[in-house]
Structure formats: C-alpha cells, structure tokens
C-alpha cells in the first residue's frame, strides 16, 4: 500500500469512526433513549430514565420501624412511637455494605402500613419526632439520604399509601395528607430514582378504605422529580414481578398493557410475572424479594438468611432474565445491618464475580447469518466488543438468524449472556443454543425471551463452537451483546425432610459430598454427628441444621435449617368444612387440603391422639389458591368444649408472601384437639380455603 492509499484509508476510518461516534452523542441527546435511525423501533419503548434504570440491575430494600421492635410484618398503627429506638443506627454502615455488596441504590421503607414515617412529618403524629430515638431529634432519610451520596449509590423510597395510624385515613382528606408527605420528602432529601409504591389498602381507624388519587400522587411526585421511576403493579416505570421470592418468567416481556391493571389488584400475579407480548407501555420487571423469611428483622430468623445457591437462583432467576433484582436487607434493632446478612452478601459478591470472572467469547470469531447488508453500524463484531450500544441485526423483516462463536481450542463454558438493543424494543421470542460435536451441531437450551439481559445456566460444556439461532422475533432482531463464561462449580444445599411419623433423612444433589447435621441448634462441624443415609427418628418440634462437606472436609457448603413443628404421627381430622383434611396433617407440604368453597367461615379440626402441651401453631398456605388470611385458632380437651379462641389475627402479606406462619400464645396451654377457623380469604375473589400443613409446637 503506497502512502497516498494509506493516508486516504486511514482518514476514511477516522472519519467513520468520528460519524459513528457523533450520530451516537446525538441521539443519545434526544428525550427518547437513542436509536440509530437505519433500524425502524419497534412497538413499546422504554425512556432514558427506564433505560438508566435497567441497567442498574442489583440494589438494595430495607424494612425498617415499628416493625423491627414488634416482631411484626404488619404493625396495625397502634403501637407506642416510642417503641423505635435503635441504640446504634449507622446509615454509613448501610451504604458500605451495599457498595461492597455490588449494589447500586437502596430503597428505604419511609412509611410503612403502620403510618410510622422515618422522618419527621409535618403531617402525623407517628414519626420519629415522637419516637425515643434520639429524644425525637433524629431523622433515618436524612441520613441515609447523606450516606448514599457518601458512597455513590441512588436514593429511593418506599410510602405506604396505606395507614393504618393517621386519623383521616378512609375520608376524602386523606390523600392530600399522602400527597403533602410525599412532597416533604422528595423536596427534602435530594434525588430519589425510585418512588416504590404498592397497593396496600385496608380499613383505617374510622373503619374504611381509601379511595387512592394515583394521579394526584404521581404528579405530586413528578413535579420535583421528573425522570423518577414508579414502582406498582401497574408501574409505569416499573411492575412487580408477580411474586415475593425473586422469580421473574421463564418467558419475562418488559411490556404490559397498564390501562388493564391497578396498584393491589388481585389475580394478576401469573401475567406480571411474564408481562404481555403485545403490551403497549413499556413497564419492565422488578424481582423484590427478603434475605430472610421475613421483611423486617426478627431475632428469630437469625439462623434463616438465606443460603448462598438461593441467593444465586434468585439472581439467575430475576437478573437473568430480564428484570431487576431488589434484594431487602432488613435492618436490626440496634439499627445495623447484621452480620450473619453482611456475610451472605459479602459470599453472594464473590460468587458473582467468580461466575462472570472471564468473557471467553471475547476470544472467540463471530460469523452470523442474515446479517442487515450496507450497514456501518451493524456487524457480528459488535457482539463481543463490551459495549451494549452497538449491535448485530438481521436485515429488515428477517425475523430468523443465527451467529456462531468460533475458537481456536476447545474451550469449557457453563453461562451465556445475552442482551437486546432494547432501545429500539423487545423482539426475540424463541432462541436456542447449540454447541458443535464433530461436524454435528448439538442443543443445549431452548429459550423464549431475551429482553435487555438473558443468562443461561447451563451443564459444563466443551466445544470448539457455541451457536445461537433466533427462531421467531416481533421484527427483526437486534442484538447486542453475547458473553460466555465457565463459573465455578459448587455445593449444593441440602435438603431437610421429615415424614409424618417423624423420620428426618438429609439428601444433597452434589456428587458424593459428606453432610453432618445437629439437632440442638448449633453449626454443623465435622465433628457433628454424621449422616449415614439412613433417616433418624426426630418427632419433637425443633431445629434441624445440616451441612455438606468435600475433600475430606476442607471445603463446605451452606448450613440448611429446617425448623420442625411436632411430628404430626397419630393425628386426625375429624372435621372439615369440606375436602380431605389428612392432606393439611399429613407432613408433606406439597399435598395440601382445599375445601370446596361457598361463603366464610371454613374450618378444620383435629384429634392429636394424646394431651399436649402447645406453645402455638403454623399455617402453611397452599400458594396456588384458598391462602387463609384472618382466622381463629382454639384448643379443647375433649374436642366439644372449645371456649373462646386462644389465638385469633390476621397472616399479613400472606398473599403476596405465601409461606409458613407461625403463631405464638399468650401463654402455653394443654390440648388434645385444636380447630383452625378460616374467618377470610386472603383474596376477597377466593371463597376457598386450603392449607398445604398446619402444625402445633
């Protein structure tokens, strides 16, 4: 090439490179998320704000008031205000943690049902004014407002609409009060780029239910934070993910029709778990889900964080396909975040980024198929160059492609990444990958959505190259990026059962690991007692902890705790409403009884065969229908005489959180029959009442 060529192609590549690079700053300027105009969008798009918003990805939900000191989901806004008295609150501590964490903001309960506000509002009497916290001085959004700048993470909160405190809650006045509490805090306390909202909505102390002026509160809001991104189950910024355990679709659109859906409505769980292919709004995905049983901190779950696989399961599950993960630390009474949740966080970062440590296809050539012809700004390259704005796209209306990664050796992977250009909207509908034996090409996964971020777990495989074939598209696909990596393998957690007559046995899917369990509540060591594979008998209400072990011990697993009710050997039911009642006493949560439905009450009895003494009891819903939510618990000696209920409540959140409740007396009492009055459904559209177990302990 003699110099005059040269000078000529080298001023050619500038100056594309330069056009590429200033046609990018100038639709990245526009209101709407750039898109480069040589793709025509298609249907639904998401804002700057909601593009900003996907790609934070991780953050951090904090529970924190009454609550915390009540031992209580749900306060009922009659408690003494200055029950809140955290001796050792430490927002810095907070935000550290959810830095090193790998988060990127923390979402803060400013108000919760109780009514209690973690600010002193001009607007009630239930805040930290009246608290004994800091003799009425303090105010938690401020500091932690202060402490997310500190640390660069994003500010968000959480009001209740819903309070269960204030006076005028059920009366036409009261959703001005929300909207004035909703201004102090937006004006007060610097950016906020999540306001969380759900639709809470039960009878407050006159007895009624508000009426919510969702668009008075969206304006409210709006007005000082414009680009704010509004959580509900109708978003618009962003929906909930139909569930509380941090499991998005299998198939996840990030579109949603939202003049169909409203905040708190009911059977609607199944369609915002996947959103809807023809949505019109873009309303993608949050996954909000508790590292513990609970939402606010308990003493009691202390031993219950959840393990390091479950955590990474939730993140496979939310993150990995297509939706944020809000992951709730709950704060303890001293006002710290405890050290058996830092240490699971801390765990959960270094497993992330073990996971993604090395993008092999980075060393990869990418070939594709169907590729858009006389197109600068679309290439295969562009799949493995780091940078989610540029692209590969097949050329107009070619709704089928594929690209293939080729190496040079054969190379071992276990994940694959991938992410649509979902500036110009969401199209993939069905993909596979294959990997090639020989000279045949082999499946490995079949897939629906892509969205802006799929993460596939696969078997440990090895081969030379790894395809990806777009089968069907709502227009032509556009794609973005593809990795692969190979993530360390690990433990299993074990599995904990126990039969109806009381035989514990401990399973692990890890090829030959050694477990060893403890029944007093202590951690697992390898000098516990060891498990032989043959179940042992533990009948009494208590704790199982097991643990698994490899190489001679030197490396573990997580420790898995199984709380145990009394083994349930023996027991009857000799009374139903309707339905098979042995189901709910049978000691396996996955049968369950279910009546046939009509009006409330339901109920259920049951002859223990034999007087005990009982401290309390356990419903554990059945998840897909009949979830009981007020209800009446009673004790007798001779299963006629019943007396007054010794127990009788609600299960808050029940619905949206369906697991093991568990209800402590007043005082211990001696029976032989107990019955479980279903006084109301959980879901006022439900007539049924079901129980997957109900137990005595």
């Given at each position: 090439?003699?110099?005059?060529?040269?000078?000529?192609?080298?001023?050619?590549?500038?100056?594309?490179?330069?056009?590429?690079?200033?046609?990018?700053?100038?639709?990245?300027?526009?209101?709407?998320a750039w898109a480069q105009p040589e793709i025509k969008p298609y249907g639904a798009l998401p804002s700057a704000a909601q593009l900003k918003w996907q790609q934070l990805e991780y953050y951090m939900f904090i529970h924190f008031g009454p609550n915390t000191f009540t031992d209580k989901e749900w306060g009922h806004g009659d408690e003494d205000p200055k029950v809140f008295n955290p001796t050792e609150l430490d927002a810095r501590q907070w935000a550290r943690t959810a830095k090193l964490a790998g988060m990127k903001g923390i979402i803060i309960t400013a108000k919760h049902h109780d009514g209690f506000c973690l600010w002193p509002s001009a607007y009630?009497?239930?805040?930290?004014?009246?608290?004994?916290?800091?003799?009425?001085?303090?105010?938690?959004?401020?500091?932690?407002?202060?402490?997310?700048?500190?640390?660069?993470?994003?500010?968000?909160?959480?009001?209740?609409?819903?309070?269960?405190?204030?006076?005028?809650?059920?009366?036409?006045?009261?959703?001005?009060?929300?909207?004035?509490?909703?201004?102090?805090?937006?004006?007060?306390?610097?950016?906020?780029?999540?306001?969380?909202?759900?639709?809470?909505?039960?009878?407050?102390?006159?007895?009624?239910?508000?009426?919510?002026?969702?668009?008075?509160?969206?304006?409210?809001?709006?007005?000082?934070?414009?680009?704010?991104?509004?959580?509900?189950?109708?978003?618009?910024?962003?929906?909930?993910?139909?569930?509380?355990?941090?499991?998005?679709?299998?198939?996840?659109?990030?579109?949603?029709?939202?003049?169909?859906?409203?905040?708190?409505?009911?059977?609607?769980?199944?369609?915002?778990?996947?959103?809807?292919?023809?949505?019109?709004?873009?309303?993608?995905?949050?996954?909000?889900?508790?590292?513990?049983?609970?939402?606010?901190?308990?003493?009691?779950?202390?031993?219950?964080?959840?393990?390091?696989?479950?955590?990474?399961?939730?993140?496979?599950?939310?993150?990995?396909?297509?939706?944020?993960?809000?992951?709730?630390?709950?704060?303890?009474?001293?006002?710290?975040?405890?050290?058996?949740?830092?240490?699971?966080?801390?765990?959960?970062?270094?497993?992330?980024?073990?996971?993604?440590?090395?993008?092999?296809?980075?060393?990869a050539r990418i070939s594709a198929t169907n590729t858009r012809q006389n197109s600068m700004l679309t290439s295969a390259v562009y799949l493995a160059d780091g940078n989610p704005n540029t692209y590969w796209a097949t050329g107009e209306g070619q709704l089928q492609g594929s690209f293939t990664l080729s190496f040079v050796k054969p190379v071992t992977f276990n994940?694959?990444?991938?992410?649509?250009?979902?500036?110009?909207?969401?199209?993939?509908?069905?993909?596979?990958?294959?990997?090639?034996?020989?000279?045949?090409?082999?499946?490995?996964?079949?897939?629906?959505?892509?969205?802006?971020?799929?993460?596939?777990?696969?078997?440990?495989?090895?081969?030379?190259?790894?395809?990806?074939?777009?089968?069907?598209?709502?227009?032509?696909?556009?794609?973005?990026?593809?990795?692969?990596?190979?993530?360390?393998?690990?433990?299993?957690?074990?599995?904990?059962?126990?039969?109806?007559?009381?035989?514990?046995?401990?399973?692990?899917?890890?090829?030959?690991?050694?477990?060893?369990?403890?029944?007093?509540?202590?951690?697992?060591?390898?000098?516990?007692?060891?498990?032989?594979?043959?179940?042992?008998?533990?009948?009494?209400?208590?704790?199982?902890?097991?643990?698994?072990?490899?190489?001679?011990?030197?490396?573990?697993?997580?420790?898995?705790?199984?709380?145990?009710?009394?083994?349930?050997?023996?027991?009857?039911?000799?009374?139903?409403?309707?339905?098979?009642?042995?189901?709910?006493?049978?000691?396996?949560?996955?049968?369950?009884?279910?009546?046939?439905?009509?009006?409330?009450?339901?109920?259920?009895?049951?002859?223990?065969?034999?007087?005990?003494?009982?401290?309390?009891?356990?419903?554990?819903?059945?998840?897909?229908?009949?979830?009981?939510?007020?209800?009446?618990?009673?004790?007798?000696?001779?299963?006629?005489?019943?007396?007054?209920?010794?127990?009788?409540?609600?299960?808050?959140?029940?619905?949206?959180?369906?697991?093991?409740?568990?209800?402590?007396?007043?005082?211990?009492?001696?029976?032989?029959?107990?019955?479980?009055?279903?006084?109301?459904?959980?879901?006022?559209?439900?007539?049924?009442?079901?129980?997957?177990?109900?137990?005595?302990?």
């Amino acid at each position: 090439m003699n110099n005059r060529i040269l000078f000529l192609w080298i001023h050619v590549c500038n100056y594309n490179r330069m056009k590429k690079i200033a046609l990018f700053l100038l639709l990245f300027g526009c209101h709407q998320a750039w898109a480069q105009p040589e793709i025509k969008p298609y249907g639904a798009l998401p804002s700057a704000a909601q593009l900003k918003w996907q790609q934070l990805e991780y953050y951090m939900f904090i529970h924190f008031g009454p609550n915390t000191f009540t031992d209580k989901e749900w306060g009922h806004g009659d408690e003494d205000p200055k029950v809140f008295n955290p001796t050792e609150l430490d927002a810095r501590q907070w935000a550290r943690t959810a830095k090193l964490a790998g988060m990127k903001g923390i979402i803060i309960t400013a108000k919760h049902h109780d009514g209690f506000c973690l600010w002193p509002s001009a607007y009630s009497k239930h805040t930290v004014r009246e608290s004994a916290w800091k003799n009425g001085k303090g105010d938690v959004l401020a500091e932690l407002s202060a402490a997310c700048k500190e640390y660069g993470l994003l500010f968000g909160v959480y009001l209740s609409p819903w309070d269960r405190n204030h006076p005028a809650y059920g009366t036409p006045d009261y959703n001005q009060v929300f909207a004035n509490q909703l201004k102090e805090v937006h004006t007060k306390y610097g950016d906020v780029f999540e306001q969380w909202f759900d639709g809470a909505n039960g009878e407050g102390p006159n007895g009624k239910k508000q009426v919510y002026d969702w668009d008075l509160f969206h304006k409210t809001v709006l007005q000082y934070h414009p680009n704010v991104i509004f959580f509900s189950d109708a978003g618009p910024g962003c929906r909930w993910i139909g569930n509380e355990n941090g499991f998005a679709g299998v198939t996840n659109w990030s579109t949603l029709n939202r003049k169909d859906f409203a905040p708190g409505m009911h059977g609607i769980q199944d369609i915002l778990n996947k959103g809807q292919e023809d949505g019109v709004d873009w309303v993608p995905g949050e996954a909000d889900v508790s590292i513990r049983p609970g939402w606010f901190y308990s003493a009691a779950t202390d031993d219950k964080v959840k393990t390091l696989p479950w955590l990474l399961d939730i993140y496979y599950a939310s993150v990995g396909r297509n939706a944020n993960l809000l992951l709730n630390v709950p704060v303890d009474r001293r006002g710290r975040i405890h050290k058996n949740d830092s240490l699971r966080l801390m765990e959960f970062r270094k497993a992330l980024d073990a996971d993604f440590k090395s993008n092999l296809a980075v060393k990869a050539r990418i070939s594709a198929t169907n590729t858009r012809q006389n197109s600068m700004l679309t290439s295969a390259v562009y799949l493995a160059d780091g940078n989610p704005n540029t692209y590969w796209a097949t050329g107009e209306g070619q709704l089928q492609g594929s690209f293939t990664l080729s190496f040079v050796k054969p190379v071992t992977f276990n994940r694959l990444e991938l992410q649509e250009f979902i500036a110009l909207g969401q199209r993939v509908k069905a993909f596979t990958v294959s990997v090639q034996e020989g000279k045949e090409w082999r499946e490995i996964a079949k897939e629906t959505t892509i969205g802006y971020k799929r993460i596939l777990r696969l078997p440990n495989t090895t081969t030379q190259s790894i395809r990806v074939d777009i089968l069907d598209a709502k227009a032509s696909p556009v794609i973005s990026e593809v990795k692969v990596f190979k993530a360390p393998d690990r433990l299993a957690d074990p599995v904990i059962k126990r039969s109806k007559d009381g035989m514990v046995s401990i399973t692990c899917p890890s090829a030959d690991p050694e477990i060893f369990y403890t029944l007093d509540g202590s951690e697992p060591t390898t000098r516990s007692a060891r498990y032989t594979g043959t179940a042992f008998s533990f009948p009494q209400s208590g704790t199982v902890k097991a643990k698994a072990f490899i190489e001679e011990g030197r490396k573990s697993g997580a420790t898995v705790t199984a709380a145990f009710d009394l083994a349930p050997s023996g027991w009857k039911a000799l009374k139903t409403s309707s339905g098979d009642g042995e189901k709910a006493i049978d000691g396996d949560f996955q049968s369950s009884w279910q009546n046939q439905g009509g009006s409330y009450p339901h109920e259920i009895q049951v002859d223990m065969g034999k007087t005990i003494s009982i401290n309390g009891f356990s419903y554990t819903p059945r998840k897909n229908g009949g979830i009981i939510y007020t209800y009446a618990f009673y004790l007798s000696q001779d299963g006629q005489q019943w007396g007054e209920p010794v127990a009788k409540g609600s299960f808050a959140n029940i619905l949206n959180n369906p697991v093991k409740q568990t209800v402590k007396l007043v005082k211990p009492a001696s029976a032989r029959y107990f019955r479980l009055v279903a006084i109301a459904p959980a879901d006022e559209k439900d007539s049924r009442a079901a129980a997957a177990e109900i137990g005595v302990f």
